[in-house]
């Protein structure tokens, strides 16, 4: 990948110790030629595939989306026949959450994390590059039954029986099943790894409670990953053996429970969607510290909000279950837990407001996006909070009154701060600036092209439109709005497509950034743009909540580390005291290698249950090469 | 600009959304007014919350900024803001938890025995609805048609043969999901004499879409006069046409998956004809039933329905024509 090699050759602008930074610019230097392509072990080189990857599969799923819009355009229309309708909203659901959501947010955690705990790379940077491969070869899996018209046609969430083996014979569900686990594999590795970066890899001075927001909201999303996945990994294996092997889990007649997915899979599902949104809430505190040139009010209310939503996220997953007929004092409980995660969200908004207020707020591209954020994602709230209330969800349930709320949130709530982060890092992943010209045009239109496409789907909802019906009768009266939705739609591509041009220009010609365009506050502004490969020359010592406003002229660093092999501060977790160090490992293929052989055995075992047996030798090897002692390892 | 846009948007919607006759601001029955009761209130307490949050950020941005702004001093008096604004929150929520949590009293599960009780089984891609009764015999089966006299609860056992469905009609009641291996009872009940269209709210595969019932309801001594109608068997052919017609429905592929009572057509696969012509649609909701629907829907139910189980059968024309002479026989 270009990046890689533009990395290698950039020139510190800092640099005030010549044969240290060469020392280290070979020492931690990206592998170049085709077998280092797939060697890199760099968080940033793999955090811009992850990004760019993430991107791509937006991209599909988006068409995917623009095709559902056109056969909803008209009743009764023959666009799309219901087999194909079917793997369309199917494919679109599996990929933006499973491909584009989740994998994009871990992935501005493992570019930006390390830069901004002040720490060379990420922990664990093997499994970084084993986990983005995996990710890889599982989405092009995805893409490649779509071709071949095999696409899973069950649903994003495959409700048992109907994707059971019973229901849906064939392969479809088997893919969709395991394209969970590709995605699952790589989710919690990139979840570990934060983790341990955080918690062990902060520059000295940075204590808990120095950590900018965006650190924590990457720290809750991660042990949200770490306990909520493991639900549906063992309800997509169950899944799996229902339907390779024979096994009822879910099979009633033998004894199985339908419900049992929807428990297994709510129980991920529901965190999933704060899994997605907490990192963007991390974006929004910085993009709003930055452009008021104040830190965001009221820290402290700000890391208790986003651990409440960690916590409080996990006890909501029956509201997706309000119509299964379960106990009423069940339900009640589940109704009151949904009410109360609004809580936090609402802290975090009055926070958020009163930062705007007492700051100098400057328009600039990132901040119209957050404030497009502010004024769709409260109303994704609100419908949000309507439906915590059972009676009122039983009307609504599933249909398009949902599909607009979480557009709204999740639309609203996580990818608007994602392309206004993208606008406001971009500087510092390529050293240049994007056009804030088209940056507004690109706003206004997503914006517009946003609430047209969704709002009405509210009324439609209301209405009685049922979700995921590939056509509906002219007789409904539901034509017209969804008429609407439609053209909002070709607004949100024209969106999208002026998105993709301004990354695509300004990576060439964009106006160069400098180490700090925005004056902003956070470690990664205080290196080079693009960082150097070992991002800091001298590990910076953290001297107040403000890292690099409060950083005084003779502000102390960190002397000593080797820079003739990859050796990186461990500190501990709660003040950054420095401990030890530790020496990360060299590039090297055996990560790609791994990452093929379990791809193969992934797909290999949608087929048949001899690849267990097939594929212990050949995984064995590639972890034993991986884990071969190389020069400086202990 | 856009959020006088909103606001007028919403009160738009408010009173758009109403009308429509699948809507649930349009309750027929206690249980759906109780809810759109609350929908309103819920919808009420949204947009004025979310007006106050868009006043105070439009505030925030655009008020002039003066040199001791700068001052520490003014964050206490934001945290006391903030504060206020966060207890706001956490009553408002216990409100709307109160207010949903009596709302709901009673709605998912019936109070008594009710007035009739039929069993609800989904199919892919129809819905069964059967009448129990102490004679076998007299056990009334009414596909996509589900009749229920006026004013009294009806009890619905709700179970599926297949996969999971959702029971909607959203003028009378919220959902209530057909999961395989349970059965469970939930309620209806009209207030008038009327029909009311619902749909399967469970994506249930290919004909999810044109999965369709309406309910039928009226007085209770009309209600007791079809269902006396419905348990006679079917009646006998009145011409050579509909004799015909017998035979072509008795030797072709019809017979092994319909029930025509009083025939030796006896499967339980697909839908029971032995009244179909007393039905309003056929294919679920999916057409009106007319002789021409009723024609198109033998000979390339494919076409109309993909993917659903009904094939489109190859039938003579003479043959057809006898066909559909008998069925539409069978009032």
């Known amino acids: 990948m270009q990046e890689a090699a533009s990395l290698a050759g950039a020139v510190p602008a800092r640099v005030d110790d010549p044969r240290l930074a060469r020392e280290l610019e070979q020492t931690w230097r990206v592998p170049h030629g085709i077998i280092g392509w797939f060697s890199v072990v760099d968080h940033r080189t793999i955090g811009l595939r992850y990004i760019v990857t993430a991107f791509g599969f937006f991209i599909v799923a988006g068409i995917l989306a623009a095709l559902m819009r056109i056969q909803l355009a008209v009743p009764n229309n023959h666009f799309l026949g219901p087999d194909l309708y079917n793997q369309v909203f199917t494919v679109h659901g599996t990929m933006m959450m499973f491909l584009f959501a989740v994998p994009i947010m871990q992935a501005l955690g493992v570019y930006l994390v390390p830069l901004m705990v002040g720490t060379r790379n990420i922990a664990f940077p093997r499994l970084n590059t084993f986990s983005y491969f995996v990710y890889l070869f599982g989405g092009v899996m995805l893409c490649v039954t779509m071709l071949v018209n095999s696409a899973p046609d069950v649903g994003w969430f495959a409700y048992v029986p109907l994707a059971g083996p019973d229901y849906t014979p064939g392969k479809r569900a088997d893919f969709w099943a395991q394209l969970i686990t590709f995605t699952e594999v790589s989710g919690l590795a990139v979840a570990v790894e934060l983790v341990a970066t955080i918690f062990k890899t902060r520059a000295p001075g940075m204590t808990l409670n120095r950590m900018p927001l965006f650190v924590w909201a990457m720290l809750i999303m991660a042990f949200m990953v770490i306990f909520a996945m493991p639900s549906v990994v063992t309800g997509s294996t169950f899944l799996l053996l229902d339907r390779l092997v024979g096994t009822h889990f879910y099979n009633p007649a033998e004894g199985g429970d339908a419900l049992l997915w929807q428990h297994l899979f709510w129980f991920f599902g529901h965190p999933e969607v704060y899994i997605i949104f907490v990192p963007a809430l991390g974006i929004v505190s910085s993009i709003i510290a930055t452009f008021t040139r104040r830190p965001v009010f009221g820290y402290t209310a700000m890391v208790i909000a986003l651990v409440a939503t960690g916590f409080i996220g996990f006890g909501l997953w029956v509201h997706h279950m309000f119509a299964t007929g379960l106990p009423q004092l069940g339900l009640t409980y589940f109704t009151a837990a949904s009410m109360i995660i609004a809580i936090p969200s609402g802290v975090q908004i009055f926070c958020w407001i009163a930062s705007l207020w007492r700051g100098r707020p400057r328009f600039d591209t990132p901040l119209l996006f957050v404030l497009g954020f502010i004024a769709i994602f409260v109303l994704g709230g609100l419908s949000g909070v309507t439906l915590a209330s059972l009676p009122f969800d039983l009307q609504v349930h599933d249909t398009y009154y949902v599909v607009a709320h979480f557009h709204y949130v999740l639309l609203g709530g996580a990818v608007f701060p994602l392309i206004g982060g993208i606008y406001y890092w971009f500087p510092k992943m390529t050293g240049r600036m994007m056009s804030d010209r088209l940056g507004r045009w690109n706003f206004w239109v997503l914006f517009l092209g946003f609430n047209i496409t969704f709002f009405p789907m509210h009324i439609l909802g209301i209405q009685g439109m049922p979700r995921r019906v590939y056509t509906y009768p002219a007789e409904m009266g539901w034509g017209t709005l969804n008429l609407v939705a439609s053209a909002g739609a070709l607004l949100l591509v024209v969106g999208g497509a002026l998105f993709v041009y301004n990354v695509v220009r300004s990576r060439a010609a964009g106006a160069p950034a400098g180490d700090n365009p925005w004056d902003a506050d956070t470690l990664e502004w205080s290196v080079s743009s693009p960082p150097p490969v070992y991002n800091f020359l001298h590990i910076p010592v953290v001297e107040g909540r403000n890292a690099v406003w409060d950083r005084s002229a003779d502000a102390p660093i960190v002397t000593g580390l080797g820079s003739d092999r990859r050796e990186v501060l461990v500190s501990d977790v709660i003040d950054a005291e420095p401990s030890n160090t530790c020496t990360y490992p060299e590039p090297t293929i055996w990560p790609f290698l791994a990452a093929v052989v379990t791809s193969a055995f992934f797909i290999t075992s949608i087929f048949t249950a001899w690849a267990v047996p097939v594929f212990a030798l050949p995984l064995t090897v590639v972890l034993i090469g991986w884990f071969w002692p190389g020069r400086g390892e202990e | ?331």
């Open chain 2, 1 to 331: 600009m856009t959020w006088r846009a909103i606001a007028i948007t919403i009160v738009a919607v408010a009173a758009s959304a109403c009308g429509g006759n699948q809507s649930m601001f349009n309750p027929q029955g206690p249980a759906a007014r109780s809810i759109a009761g609350l929908g309103w209130l819920l919808f009420g307490v949204s947009t004025l919350v979310y007006l106050l949050v868009l006043a105070a950020s439009g505030w925030a941005l655009a008020r002039r900024r003066r040199p001791e702004d700068d001052e520490p001093d003014g964050d206490r008096a934001l945290t006391k803001w903030v504060t206020v604004a966060a207890a706001v929150t956490v009553v408002t929520l216990l409100a709307m938890t109160v207010a949903s949590v009596a709302a709901g009293r009673g709605l998912t599960s019936p109070s008594g025995p009710g007035a009739v009780t039929v069993d609800v089984i989904g199919h892919q891609w129809w819905w069964d609805f059967q009448y129990r009764d102490v004679t076998p015999s007299d056990i009334v089966a009414s596909p996509n048609e589900l009749h229920i006299p006026v004013g009294v609860p009806v009890v619905l056992n709700v179970m599926s043969r297949d996969v999971i469905h959702s029971f909607w009609v959203p003028n009378l009641h919220g959902k209530r999901d057909l999961i395989p291996g349970q059965v469970t009872r939930t309620w209806i009940q009209a207030d008038a004499p009327g029909v009311y269209r619902g749909q399967c709210a469970e994506f249930c595969g290919h004909q999810h879409a044109n999965m369709a019932l309406i309910v039928v309801a009226e007085p209770m001594a009309q209600f007791r006069e079809w269902l006396q109608q419905q348990r006679r068997p079917a009646p006998e052919p009145s011409s050579d046409l509909q004799r015909r017609g017998r035979e072509v429905f008795l030797q072709s592929p019809c017979a092994s998956c319909h029930t025509i009572r009083g025939t030796d057509a006896g499967s339980r696969f697909g839908p029971e004809l032995t009244h179909v012509a007393s039905r309003r649609t056929i294919a679920a909701g999916t057409l009106p039933n007319t002789r021409g629907h009723l024609a198109e829907w033998i000979a390339d139910a494919q076409a109309i329905k993909p993917g659903s189980r009904m094939p489109s059968n190859v039938v003579a024309a003479a043959d057809l024509q006898a066909l559909l002479s008998y069925v539409r026989s069978l009032r």
